[in-house]
């Protein structure tokens, strides 16, 4: 392969790798590496403090400061593009003529510069962002952040266009790529990049249900809450929920429940062991985007996992997932599955479809692959 160098602009700090779209840059960036790549990374730090752990895999690891103020809510541009517009980035990506992968529309703000006009980018595309902002203000409660959110999703869809200007795309999801081809024909699909290399699941049987991720982000707030009112309160099968930042509607409600237990903050560590000893892996969601990588650490890591159609719709993963609509399916599916093996046979099926379809080595083959072409 001859992609030798290659600028990545993360919209954050991608370690640690704790949350879905750093998990992602990260893991990208583990396995370009070990594929020979000399990565400059720039990351925007706002909440996040330097991370050494990046250095050993990068050429060269430069921050920059994320301007975040109020006149940016009122600008033209989305809040999450005008915000990353630093002019010492721009001066670093003309250095060199080496490809530029912009992690998510976030950081695509100098695509249309005229610096840049002869610079082979690529965008990878972490969601259909107005339609994901569109539906965290519909499971949002507080007008103002109802507020901001639709704006920002109005914007974002207007400028959804710039994205023609991208020599390529690399959409998360098979659903996001169909989608983003009508805006840019060079889209492809690269599947996430995610923290398991191998599928591993632990013989024997677990004795609770898993529902994990961060718990401040309203999706997961409200996934929590359904499984919580319409599933566990009517079964004592034992529930634990783990994350970081709870919302204290969702600390009280698990705490009138005996039989669950919510873990707050939790380590990686302890995330990993969680998730293996657990006997199924509940995991609704109201928000049918991307694809979540919670789904794909359980699947590579975890037993059983029961889902609802929303969480899989578009992935190529309903052969591995049970599924259940309404909380009685849900009911009926965490008793049926609470004292079940997990098969060899089941197993086998795991490793066919996610080592052909959700390889990280795989996908950052694809990703040279794509970014060669330009060359």
Same mark, same amino acid.
């Given at each position: 392969?001859?992609?030798?160098?290659?600028?990545?602009?993360?919209?954050?700090?991608?370690?640690?790798?704790?949350?879905?779209?750093?998990?992602?840059?990260?893991?990208?960036?583990?396995?370009?590496?070990?594929?020979?790549?000399?990565?400059?990374?720039?990351?925007?730090?706002?909440?996040?403090?330097?991370?050494?752990?990046?250095?050993?895999?990068?050429?060269?690891?430069?921050?920059?400061?994320?301007?975040?103020?109020?006149?940016?809510?009122?600008?033209?541009?989305?809040?999450?593009?005008?915000?990353?517009?630093?002019?010492?980035?721009?001066?670093?990506?003309?250095?060199?003529?080496?490809?530029?992968?912009?992690?998510?529309?976030?950081?695509?703000?100098?695509?249309?510069?005229?610096?840049?006009?002869?610079?082979?980018?690529?965008?990878?595309?972490?969601?259909?962002?107005?339609?994901?902002?569109?539906?965290?203000?519909?499971?949002?409660?507080?007008?103002?952040?109802?507020?901001?959110?639709?704006?920002?999703?109005?914007?974002?869809?207007?400028?959804?266009?710039?994205?023609?200007?991208?020599?390529?795309?690399?959409?998360?999801?098979?659903?996001?790529?169909?989608?983003?081809?009508?805006?840019?024909?060079?889209?492809?699909?690269?599947?996430?990049?995610?923290?398991?290399?191998?599928?591993?699941?632990?013989?024997?049987?677990?004795?609770?249900?898993?529902?994990?991720?961060?718990?401040?982000?309203?999706?997961?707030?409200?996934?929590?809450?359904?499984?919580?009112?319409?599933?566990?309160?009517?079964?004592?099968?034992?529930?634990?929920?783990?994350?970081?930042?709870?919302?204290?509607?969702?600390?009280?409600?698990?705490?009138?429940?005996?039989?669950?237990?919510?873990?707050?903050? %939790?380590?990686?560590?302890?995330?990993?062991?969680?998730?293996?000893?657990?006997?199924?892996? %509940?995991?609704?969601?109201?928000?049918?985007?991307?694809?979540?990588?919670?789904?794909?650490?359980?699947?590579?890591?975890?037993?059983?996992?029961?889902?609802?159609?929303?969480?899989?719709?578009?992935?190529?993963?309903?052969?591995?997932?049970?599924?259940?609509?309404?909380?009685?399916?849900?009911?009926?599916?965490?008793?049926?599955?609470?004292?079940?093996?997990?098969?060899?046979?089941?197993?086998?099926?795991?490793?066919?479809?996610?080592?052909?379809?959700?390889?990280?080595?795989?996908?950052?083959?694809?990703?040279?692959?794509?970014?060669?072409?330009?060359?």
């Amino acid at each position: 392969m001859n992609l030798s160098k290659l600028h990545i602009v993360s919209f954050d700090i991608p370690f640690p790798a704790d949350y879905g779209g750093v998990m992602d840059v990260y893991h990208k960036i583990r396995h370009l590496h070990a594929l020979g790549v000399k990565i400059h990374l720039h990351c925007f730090q706002y909440h996040r403090k330097p991370a050494h752990e990046l250095n050993p895999l990068c050429e060269e690891v430069t921050y920059y400061p994320r301007e975040r103020s109020i006149k940016y809510i009122f600008s033209n541009e989305p809040f999450i593009v005008a915000t990353r517009k630093n002019k010492d980035l721009l001066n670093s990506l003309i250095k060199d003529d080496a490809p530029i992968l912009f992690e998510g529309i976030h950081t695509s703000g100098f695509l249309t510069h005229e610096l840049l006009r002869e610079k082979q980018c690529v965008v990878r595309t972490h969601n259909i962002e107005h339609e994901y902002y569109e539906q965290l203000a519909e499971a949002e409660s507080n007008p103002f952040s109802r507020w901001y959110l639709r704006r920002e999703a109005f914007k974002l869809r207007r400028y959804e266009p710039v994205l023609q200007q991208a020599y390529a795309l690399a959409a998360i999801s098979p659903k996001d790529a169909l989608y983003y081809q009508t805006i840019n024909q060079h889209t492809v699909f690269i599947p996430p990049f995610h923290p398991e290399d191998v599928v591993e699941v632990k013989p024997g049987i677990g004795n609770y249900a898993l529902y994990h991720g961060n718990l401040q982000i309203a999706e997961n707030h409200l996934a929590a809450i359904y499984l919580l009112k319409h599933v566990f309160s009517k079964i004592n099968y034992p529930l634990i929920i783990a994350g970081k930042n709870p919302r204290q509607e969702l600390i009280r409600m698990a705490g009138s429940l005996a039989h669950v237990k919510l873990i707050t903050p %939790v380590s990686n560590d302890e995330m990993k062991k969680i998730i293996r000893e657990a006997q199924i892996h %509940v995991l609704p969601t109201f928000q049918a985007t991307g694809i979540k990588l919670k789904l794909l650490h359980a699947l590579y890591t975890g037993r059983h996992c029961l889902v609802n159609p929303k969480m899989i719709q578009g992935t190529g993963l309903d052969l591995l997932c049970h599924q259940a609509e309404t909380a009685d399916e849900w009911i009926t599916w965490i008793e049926k599955l609470s004292q079940r093996t997990f098969s060899e046979t089941e197993l086998e099926k795991r490793k066919a479809i996610l080592e052909d379809n959700y390889s990280n080595q795989k996908a950052a083959i694809r990703l040279m692959q794509l970014l060669e072409k330009g060359q």
